[in-house]
Structure formats: C-alpha cells, structure tokens
C-alpha cells in the first residue's frame, strides 16, 4: 500500500511548538518531492514548505523564520518543525508527496494543529 502517515499534531498554546512527522511508504515507489500543507476552516489549501529539488526548499510567506521542513530521503521522511506558533496556524496539516505511482500525487490524512490559549 502506498501512503503518507502524518503524527505530530496537538494543541499548543501560543508561542509554543510543535514537530510533526510524515512516513511514506509503499514497495518500489520513489518519493520524489515531500512538503507541508495545511487547510484553516472556511479557506484553501495552501503550501507550506516542500523541498522542490534536491535540498531546495520554498516556504510561505507566512511561517518564514519560524517554521523548519526537514528530511530523510533514505526513509522517505519529511518532518515539519513549528515554532512561535500563533493561533493563526490553526489548521489541518497535510503532508504531500510526489511519486512514482498512480497519478503522482499523494496525501496524508492530515493532523489537526490548534493554537489556543
């Protein structure tokens, strides 16, 4: 089976982090691009930080100098660490990947990140 396992999220008071995880599997699938989005109630999804090539990486505006995507390539890993979180980063977090499978994309499940106070 080909999938994205996300865990990590939580609630978090503002100010506070979070790291949250992705494990990719699936039996001789390569796992190209891996990267972050998340959806808010009421608003679309939106890219957070994805490695586009290599150890290139792109990031929103919005969690610049507070959020850090890393990965394990060998372990088909991606790990997202959040930092100085506001309540605004309340979101549904979904962890993407690019593949040699199927349509060439696929999505975690997703993990709730609530920020409040």
């Known amino acids: 089976q080909v999938q994205l396992v996300e865990s990590g999220g939580g609630l978090v008071q503002p100010g506070g982090s979070l790291r949250l995880s992705c494990a990719g599997s699936?039996?001789?699938?390569?796992?190209?691009?891996m990267g972050w989005y998340r959806q808010a109630p009421g608003k679309q999804r939106e890219l957070i930080a994805i490695?586009?090539?290599?150890?290139?990486?792109n990031y929103a505006e919005s969690v610049k100098g507070r959020f850090t995507i890393s990965r394990d390539s060998a372990k088909n890993m991606v790990y997202l660490q959040m930092n100085s979180l506001k309540p605004d980063d309340t979101a549904v977090y979904y962890c993407?990947?690019?593949?040699?499978w199927g349509s060439g994309d696929l999505w975690g499940q997703g993990t709730q990140v609530t920020v409040s106070s």
């Open positions: 993407y990947a690019r593949v040699s």
């Open positions: 699936g039996r001789g699938v390569t796992f190209y691009t």
């Open positions: 490695f586009t090539s290599g150890r290139t990486t």
